[in-house]
Every structure is written in C-alpha cells, then in structure tokens.
C-alpha cells in the first residue's frame, strides 16, 4: 500500500520559519506533481502550493506567495515546503498530496490529486 507521509511540522513564533516534508512509503508509484493543502479549524482546506515533479514548476496561493517555497528532491522522492514569515493564520493541519495531473494550474484543486499523506500539525504564535 502506498502512502504520503509527512513530516518537520511543529510551534513556531509569528515570524519564524518551519520545513515540512513529505515522502513514501511502502512502494513507490509514478506522480506528475506534489501539492500541499493545509486546513485550519472549522474552515475548508485551501491550497498551498504545488510543483510539477519533472521540471519543478511551481504554483502558490497568494496568501503564502514569498514565504513559502515549494521544493523535491528528485532522487530521494521527496517534498518540501519551506515556511518562511511565518503568521498566526499559517496555523493549520498540512496535508501533502500527489497527482497524476500534468497541467499546472490545475493543481490548485483537491480533486487533482489521488492520495494523501495524514497530515502535520503547524502552529503559529504570537
């Protein structure tokens, strides 16, 4: 069985940075891109950012635009997303997520994608 597993959540201060990845386990499986969502309390979970697994293209929602980085290692089969300024509304559970969607702007839609990691926990405070 194949799954996403994500990692490097955690507290940090309003300003301050936090690294997320996101790996596999069990086999691994052929994807076209890796998404991040992440979904605060009592609100529907939005996209963070996304990248195209072969040429590292990127895509961000404009709320993270010049904080967030979006990275994979190719080799390693591995994601990233480096958070940087980070602020109190960042708080949330992020779930990483991979598709087999090769069109970039479709991967801002939760329906692009075919498996989930369970999520880790950021939060922010002041």
């Known amino acids: 069985q194949v799954q996403l597993v994500e990692s490097g959540g955690g507290s940090a201060q309003a300003g301050g940075s936090l690294r997320l990845s996101c790996g596999t386990s069990?086999?691994?499986?052929?994807?076209?891109?890796m998404g991040w969502f992440r979904q605060a309390p009592g609100k529907e979970r939005e996209f963070v950012a996304a990248?195209?697994?072969?040429?590292?293209?990127?895509l961000y929602a404009d709320s993270v635009k010049g904080r967030f980085t979006i990275s994979r290692d190719y080799a390693k089969n591995t994601g990233h997303l480096q958070m940087n300024s980070l602020e109190l509304e960042d708080t949330a559970v992020y779930y990483c997520?991979?598709?087999?969607?090769?069109?970039?702007?479709?991967?801002?839609?939760?329906?692009?994608?075919?498996?989930w990691g369970q999520g880790t926990q950021v939060t922010v405070s002041s």
């Open positions: 997520a991979a598709s087999a969607i090769s069109s970039l702007p479709s991967l801002n839609m939760s329906t692009s994608y075919f498996t």
């Open positions: 069990g086999r691994t499986f052929n994807k076209s891109a």
């Open positions: 990248i195209m697994w072969s040429r590292a293209l990127t």
